[in-house]
């Protein structure tokens, strides 16, 4: 079981720049693929990026790639998203995930955290 705490939201604009951060709880965060989803409202929810647990192995949805990072840090239990050059469309909440294996991590996620809010004004 973990647990997934996510914070960094907030209000930007356009070309701006955000990091998230998710804190993870247990001592068995770095057996764990971490990712992000996002939900725009009236839309599916969609994936973002998921990075492996050794960090070797990172992937991106098309939408975000060039703009945005993952990284994690096993030490602190702890995983980030660095976003550029942030546009309207990346409005959405954000939610970090954890899964055992990439393939989960970029399709069905076994934890979900509760969200954070990214907004990007015009």
């Known amino acids: 079981q973990v647990q997934l705490v996510e914070s960094g939201g907030g209000l930007v604009q356009a070309g701006g720049s955000l990091r998230l951060s998710c804190a993870a709880s247990g001592r068995t965060f770095s057996r764990y693929a971490m990712g992000w989803f996002r939900q725009a409202p009236g839309k599916e929810r969609e994936f973002v990026a998921a990075?492996?647990?050794?960090?070797?192995?990172?992937y991106y949805a098309d939408s975000v790639k060039g703009r945005f990072t993952i990284s994690r840090d096993n030490a602190k239990n702890t995983v980030y998203l660095q976003m550029n050059s942030l546009k309207p469309e990346d409005t959405a909440v954000y939610y970090c995930?954890?899964?055992?294996?990439?393939?989960?991590?970029?399709?069905?996620?076994?934890?979900w955290g509760q969200g954070t809010q990214v907004t990007v004004s015009s």
């Open positions: 995930t954890a899964a055992f294996g990439t393939v989960a991590a970029r399709s069905k996620p076994d934890y």
């Open positions: 990075i492996s647990s050794s960090s070797g192995t990172r």
